[in-house]
């Protein structure tokens, strides 16, 4: 069966630090990979998307950036974290399909920057 | 770009009455409709889905419904219970596979 880790599960960095999260997937090939933000606790924002190795879709100018160096590996990063940065960052994967597919959550990573 | 409208935004019922969630999507070549509950802490988990084929998919209490002309589709939630508070997102499929999402409604059930 599939599966999703991502880690750390939570995280306070100071501003003007690095950053990396990383999300990884077993159980499937090719998979698209996605990085999600959640502010305030509610809606999901699309930051990036990765329909194979070393192709990176920014859906938002942002602070961060994105690699995905291995199939299941995705990596979320920033050289300097801005106090807008904070939020629940949420990994997923789904299937490749035009029209969409479920996508599949990781359990989340709370990043406070102070 | 697409775009997904979610309403409301906090619904309040009591124990046992039924709760409806309502969306909006206005990309055309989407074809598939997921729901997703989000409990706090937790990452968002996929509780019922449709697609374009279809007009309503029923799964015991959870009911979602689709009116594609239209673009809309709704989730029904009956004989509610505390355990169904949560946050609920709906989603709309678009090019590439991925999902947008709607801005989310805060479902609370009264005893």
């Known amino acids: 069966s599939q599966t999703i880790h991502q880690w750390p599960a939570t995280l306070v960095q100071p501003v003007g630090s690095p950053l990396s999260l990383e999300c990884t997937v077993e159980?499937?090939?090719?998979?698209?990979l996605y990085w999600y933000r959640q502010a305030a606790g509610r809606g999901l924002q699309l930051l990036f998307y990765s329909v194979g190795i070393g192709q990176i879709s920014s859906e938002v100018p942002q602070n961060l950036s994105a690699s995905r160096p291995q199939d299941r590996q995705f990596i979320l990063s920033s050289k300097k974290l801005l106090l807008s940065d904070s939020g629940f960052y949420l990994c997923a994967w789904s299937v490749v399909a035009v029209g969409g597919a479920e996508a599949f959550f990781g359990q989340g990573t709370r990043l406070t920057v102070v | 770009g697409e775009n997904v409208e979610q309403h409301p935004s906090t619904l309040s019922v009591q124990e046992g009455d039924s709760a409806v969630i309502k969306c909006t999507y206005s990309d055309s070549a989407s074809n598939y409709f997921p729901w997703y509950k989000q409990e706090l802490g937790k990452g968002p988990q996929l509780i019922i889905d449709?697609?374009?084929?279809?007009g309503e998919k029923k799964d015991q209490r959870i009911a979602v419904t689709l009116n594609k002309t239209a673009k809309h589709f709704s989730l029904h939630i009956t004989e509610t219970q505390p355990e169904d508070s949560a946050v609920y997102f709906c989603a709309s499929g678009g090019s590439w596979g991925k999902l947008q999402f709607g801005a989310g409604t805060q479902v609370v059930v009264t005893p």
């Open positions: 449709i697609r374009s084929n279809v």
């Open positions: 159980g499937t090939s090719n998979p698209n």
